[in-house]
């Protein structure tokens, strides 16, 4: 079959494709991740690019313009190669890029990490742990065998009543006592109630052990490099889940899952973001791979399944049965992760199929469990997941949030990476008066963050109504008719964009975020219904998931996404997922609270069953609610601003 | 390189060789053991074979006269292919014969299981189980995870605190349990302290679970196939430690592992002869290999070392240190055993250099630890092991007793296979007046048992002096000059054996057993001295090893190998490795016993730093010793015998 060159700009990378082969299968093999929401079935319009040269074929679309198509734009899954191509990918098209809350959660860490260590809450004992020995050498009167000498010398150390050691280690470990003069450093792994001398090490090398904590979320995967020695955070970085292309949403990946080698597939696809942060977060920190002794990832149960390789079918099928929510702890390797040659791998335990290990360290960092105080724990991801509870109860639930949060569904929508708006705030008739951009850069769309700011803010303006249709008097001109014959209100015109292209929202764009956040309130409310209790009983609301980190708490509750509660009571705690995978990695102490405190105690509401949650959903598809009274904050700043008494 | 055909006779096998190669080199490519004490270097004689057609070049030997050498005889391992070739290789140069033990250790295996079960001493709990399981289908009620119902299933069976299970099984667990409509079997296996779920099999397979038990010698390889639901023994095989072919001791075999790939080949060889006992005893008791769980193994210290592919190298060197004494339980599959996919291999613990697993496997099954009476075990094999103790204190040390107890350095000597004469009584002037030979053939040569027979025998009638030196008047004619020119007593002479050779016994040979029983005898003098005890302070003697099924107590006493105590007092255990093997693969509690109870307990005695040892071995080197009054019914006996009074 006769093939072409396609090349990507600004990348300059070539590769040879098949003549009829799309766009979007050319880009994965030169490696660039094009966003592909709808996973190539041409539906989303997010993998647009710019065919610069070169001969395509190509299938209609309702997502692109004459006016597009004549300046060479192209959906790259519904375009084919037809000859030698360069294609441009602009940035927005990219998945891929970094999302900046990684920062922030290292330095976050840094409150965290002082529950860890001599008279904290969490003794430090690092899930590997490297222990340098001075062997006494044998005499006759002392010959006792090189793997028990090995064993007394450690237990001079710490009290571990079952230690094993694999074959490999074994077969290594008499000429490594002796190589190394009988000085050498043991890596000792927690194996679930076990220790395992991972491996023998000769000489001191103590000093370097280092551990990477993993987010893994359905859309976007956080990975910190820790010292393990010290527990400090040297690395951060972060990338979106490629197994994006397969579906966006858990359900999507699972029914993937259940095609023909789609599980391996799926895996293969995690494992290579994985493995491609890993690198990158070693070489940021000039550190050697081989001295990264443990991965720990928090991630829900689906991706903890489709990590391991375990079949999630029936997480997705009623009464929704994951294989397992205590996955054994392995070596790295055996799912393809490549840290130092025996490194293990440990995964949060999970609760139930929709409520995973994510949740678990959300509650971990909280310390939810450690209050007598009722606390509300809302992590804000793909799915939107709640727990609540106490230090003598904990119920959860999941909410089908859907992807609006992080950008998804909302034409002008973007995750957090640079060229996001994350914050905005508006003025009369819809005007932007400040906003802040990701980067700094001129803006390329709106990040979940900057969506409920800009839906808040245009509601505040009379810009929209309760019901989220825009209001043509107050919009005035920003009001426009974009190309595909919708209503769309201008929030950055094309000059001002680093695309050139205005950056507007419809109508459309404003349901979809109504349904999320609906979805998530009344997940909420069901929950406190489910044991008798309401948001005037909670003490403490804690947000949580990346989106979490710019959430305008003040804007949140004006369209009607969290209560409206005193405001000190909210507290955005950014990515607990990864927070919490570090305390567990830094002390094993962490683990088994979360095992024997957090999973064990937490009871699951499934509200699919729930009549409440199917008969009030729709009263929350307002902003903020059909019963605005339940937002007394709102109704009155609503009231004040149509003029005192004025009727709503 | 030119080749040519070699055809092995009786066995009518013909492999290529190339020119040059030697008939012994050939042999193994045909799959025939040739005996081959010395590894190939001339030295032993023991590879005699006859060139009955075809050409060959030989090395010059002193073991072949012109007579011999005129008939075809030939040493293979000295003798090189030269052109196509006939070679016959007669029964006594042949390894690889079954010991006829293996059927009596099997019965006397009835009386050993007695102990296991309810409310006797060990508890029944094989170290892999099967537990047939018929879980509730998981509903919205009742959504516990497939891993954790399996788990609380066996849980309602058993209390194990730490469960484990591997990722592969993990990865079939969701469609096995479904396709099975819940009703599964789960393998449950004993790993060190944990339990792990080694395997979950659709259906009910519990009344199908079988292991292997294996006395791993230096120089036999014992194997017994065990019905694990109800622990009879269905089948018992065994055969040469093919090893021999690299060197007949544990020093020798510790040489070969130091030398390139050594270690390797070792290993690969005793697999080898594992999986072939393995699948004769499956193919003799119509047993599925499948269905075999689990192997145990007891062995010398290098024996588990060279199996599981670990250095033995400082075996050897001062301070003898082994690698390990407690090798951890791995899959059986990880040093390439062939039993059901996942079976685990479980190797008895060691005590110190030169005690290993097979001699605790005798503690076990004697029960020297479970009586206040004071216990001497002597296990023969090619090294002598010792154990002195009881239910306070245990005290053990090895012998280097040489080959001559299994036929080794003796002209006439013969493993215990067929042919081999195993016991026999002298009369007047060393004639033999009765003998019992294995499988009732025309006697072949002498095996252990029936060399102290003649020893002992020759003793009594005065054919030799307790120097070990002939008498020229007693013995009369059967006292002959050999080919070699030495003296030699025809015990059988050659019209009466299977070869047409005579059977006869040179000072030489008598001299090697005179070493053999002197480094025993003064171990166990040693041994008691080392703790101010004499042989009269004990009150059992147990002797072990498979050379220990046919000893003549009477003759041992008479020789000097066994102290001259009460008759009543000595017990013939058998092969105690293979029933503590068998024990321990029948109830975990056994090896707990073991671990906690025998080999904690068990203080290891150098006694190659013992001035004893050293100053007075050459007292033993006498018939029975230079001390007679040691042995007092031997000198009561031979006063007796040389007329009342007489002086000695």
């Known amino acids: 079959m006769k093939t072409y060159a396609v090349t990507f700009q600004p990348d300059n990378c070539t590769v040879r494709a098949a003549a009829g082969r799309s766009i979007l299968d050319a880009a994965k093999a030169a490696g660039i991740t094009i966003n592909n929401v709808c996973g190539g079935d041409g539906v989303c319009g997010k993998c647009r690019v710019v065919i610069r040269a070169g001969k395509v074929t190509a299938k209609p679309t309702m997502f692109l313009n004459r006016h597009d198509i004549q300046r060479g734009a192209a959906l790259a899954c519904q375009t084919y190669v037809a000859g030698d191509v360069v294609v441009e990918v602009p940035p927005e098209s990219r998945t891929g890029g970094i999302p900046h809350l990684a920062h922030e959660d290292a330095v976050r860490f840094g409150k965290v990490c002082a529950k860890i260590g001599e ?81 023998v090490e000769p000489g001191n090398t103590a000093a370097t052990n280092y551990g990477v904590a993993l987010d893994i979320g359905t859309t976007t995967i956080v990975a910190h490099l820790v010292d393990l020695t010290n527990g400090e955070t040297i690395a951060a970085n972060a990338r979106y889940n490629s197994q994006s292309a397969f579906g966006e949403d858990v359900i999507a990946r699972i029914m993937y899952a259940g095609t023909a080698d789609g599980l391996s597939v799926l895996q293969d696809t995690v494992v290579s973001d994985i493995n491609g942060l890993i690198s990158a977060l070693v070489f940021d920190a000039g550190v050697r791979l081989a001295d990264v002794t443990c991965v720990v990832c928090a991630g829900n149960t689906t991706m903890v399944h489709l990590l391991l390789g375990l079949d999630p079918a029936h997480i997705r099928c009623d009464p929704y049965v994951p294989c397992t929510l205590n996955p054994p702890v392995i070596r790295a390797a055996e799912v393809g992760i490549t840290i130092g040659a025996r490194g293990l791998l440990t995964a949060l335990p999970c609760v139930a199929s929709y409520v995973g290990g994510d949740v ?287 009727a709503e």
């Open 119 to 199: 008279g904290a809450t969490y003794p430090s004992s690092p899930l590997v742990r490297k222990v340098f020995l001075e062997l006494p050498q044998p005499t006759v009167e002392d010959s006792l065998a090189d793997q028990e000498r090995l064993y007394r010398s450690v237990r001079k150390h710490y009290d571990l009543p079952i230690m094993q050691m694999g074959l490999s280690v074994l077969r290594r470990l008499s000429n490594t006592l002796r190589r190394c003069n009988w000085k050498a450093t043991a890596l000792l792994g927690s194996r679930g109630g076990t220790v395992e001398v991972v491996d």
């Open 360 to 646: 678990l360290a959300d509650v971990l960092v909280t310390e939810i469990t450690r209050s007598e105080e009722l606390s509300l724990l809302i992590d804000l991801g793909t799915n939107g997941e709640l727990v609540l509870g106490n230090s003598e109860w904990l119920m959860c639930c999941s909410a089908s949030a859907g992807p609006s949060f992080e950008g998804g569904g909302i034409g002008c929508g973007m995750r957090a990476t640079s060229g996001a708006v994350e914050w905005l705030t508006l003025g009369e008739g819809g005007r932007v008066v400040g906003c802040g951009v990701v980067g700094g850069e001129r803006p390329l769309g709106l990040c979940g963050s900057g969506l409920i700011d800009a839906v808040a803010g245009l509601l505040s303006a009379g810009c929209i109504d309760r019901a989220g249709h825009f209001v043509a008097d107050v919009c005035g001109p920003r009001l426009q008719k974009n190309d595909a014959g919708e209503k769309a209100f201008i929030l950055f015109p094309g000059e001002q964009t680093a695309l050139g292209r205005d950056i507007a929202l419809t109508e459309a764009d404003i349901s979809n975020l109504i349904r999320s956040k609906g979805s998530v309130y009344m997940a909420a409310e069901c929950l406190l219904d489910h044991v008798g209790l309401t948001f005037h009983d909670v003490r403490n609301v804690y947000i949580a998931g990346g989106f979490g980190n710019h959430l305008g708490v003040e804007q949140a509750i004006r369209i009607g996404l969290l209560p409206d509660l005193e405001r000190s009571i909210f507290q955005v705690v950014g990515n607990g997922s990864v927070l919490g995978a570090k305390m567990v990695m830094l002390s094993e102490h962490a683990l088994k609270y979360i095992q024997d405190n957090i999973a064990s105690a937490m009871t699951y509401v499934e509200l699919s069953t729930s009549h409440k949650y199917m008969n009030e959903y729709t009263s929350c598809l307002f902003l903020p609610h059909t019963d605005i009274e339940r937002f007394p904050s709102v109704a009155k700043a609503t009231r004040l601003q149509n003029g005192s008494g004025a």
